[in-house]
């Protein structure tokens, strides 16, 4: 037998260890013609990418790439680029080992370590997802307040009925859930693409941005911003969720059709990350353009909103900031709620009704940011959107690690595993997002210090 042939026989016997399916109403329903050109192929394939990219232009990176423009101008534009370089990395390895294998990152992490860590696991997971919540509630919290004038706290309670947004989107088919992400990420792009052209930044300094400066370590205000920038950026949900929703496709479960189906993930995620990296740029650009040299102090999304217009000299600017932040906010309730259900199933097996899922996932994250609010107001929901982050922070090593392995692994990926190179550069990736993970943490509890 050859160790190609051994290796597939492996890795399909380790397939057959569990005869759960990852999220199984919607697994291999999204039809992929079998005799067509390359462009048919590829919007067949298209979406997932989308649903991974919203994660990266969640709220709670907002106010941390405004304040880095406002304070440094362009120069931490290199931060994004090589924040969503490790991005487009860790997602490739994700959605390869869902195709590959037919197993989400969570199923495969219990099948690895036994139910009582996978339970531990399941919690820090769980812990994660409600981070993200959370940062999705405040962020359309502060967009109804913004747009309408809602009292914060009522603004939070409205966010909970969204649930009924999802169950619409869920009765129509995961394909319509893809296209409201692609509408709302499409909404977000050209907000901040107009809001950009009218700030009018200085092009030669924007793009000299993207070339990593020594000050960026020497100066600790600019090594903190850096810090956040690059610590909120990989969210350890869209590993769990993009390892599962490739599996919607129908490709076929075999070693050309898993080769064809990799090929397609990779463009449709990469250029969907592009996307995101674009839109992050914008922020911070904008941050920079608008306040940088001004003597203004933005630090908060709010600030940001009230300043713009009379910064920019166009009423509708500050209108058009909060709408695209009302659609961030919108974006990651569904990612949000089918991560939580592949994370339950995967780990502790436990099906769930999807409304109910998200109703639970959402008035956990309801409670604290309206004991915040009532206590401390607006002021309160920065540092609890802050406090957001840092659990994302502490829980990244936990997917990012089993990931890495998995791939790399050849009894479990034949010769879908990684090669050298890659596996260089995904533990490279690795070391640095838990270094930086761990001290931002650190620095936060020690010092107090906020982003």
Known sequence: MSAGVQQTTENQGWLRSSSSISLEEVNNSVKIPSKSGFWRKFFAFAG?????????VDPGNWATSIAGGARFGYALL???????????????????????????????????????????????????????DLAEVIGSAIALNLLFGIPLILGITITTLDVLLLLLLQKKGFRIIE?????????????????VIISKPEVSALLGGYVPKFEM???????????????????????????????????????EGRREALKYSFIDSNLSLIFAFFINSA??????????????????????YELLSPTLGVGIASTLFAVALLASGQNSTITGTLTGQIVMEGFVKL???????????????????????????SKG?????????????????????????????K???????????VKTLAWLSTGVIIALNVFLVLYIIITGHEL
């Open 179 to 195: 296209s409201f992400i692609i509408v709302l990420m499409i909404t977000i792009f050209a907000v901040f693409a107009f809001e």
């Open 48 to 56: 997932p990418g989308s649903l991974v990219a919203v994660g990266y």
């Open 78 to 132: 290199s931060v994004i680029l090589i924040s969503n370089l490790i991005a487009m990395l860790l997602q490739a390895l994700s959605a390869k080992l869902g195709i590959v294998t037919g197993r989400d990152l969570a199923q495969a992490t219990r099948d690895a370590v036994g139910k009582k860590t996978a339970v531990f696991l399941w919690i820090l997971t769980e812990l994660a997802i409600v981070a993200t």
């Open 217 to 255: 370590v020497t100066n600790p205000e600019m090594l903190f911003i850096s810090l956040g920038i690059l610590g909120a950026t990989v969210m350890p949900h869209n590993l769990y969720l993009h390892s599962s929703i490739v599996q919607t496709r129908q490709y076929q479960r075999n070693t």
């Open 351 to 377: 099906r769930m009704t999807p409304w109910l899922r998200r109703l639970i996932t959402r008035l956990i994250a309801v409670v604290p940011a309206l004991i915040v609010t009532w206590i401390a107001g």
């Open 283 to 304: 922020i911070l650009i904008l941050g920079a353009a608008a306040f940088h040299g001004t003597g203004l102090e933005v630090t908060e999304i709010e600030g940001a």
């Open 411 to 421: 009894r479990k990926m034949g010769e879908f595993a990684n090669p050298l190179w």
């Open 381 to 409: 929901t920065g540092e609890l959107l802050l406090w957001s982050q840092v659990v994302l922070s502490l829980q990244l090593p936990f997917a990012v690690v089993p990931l890495v392995l998995f791939t790399s692994d």
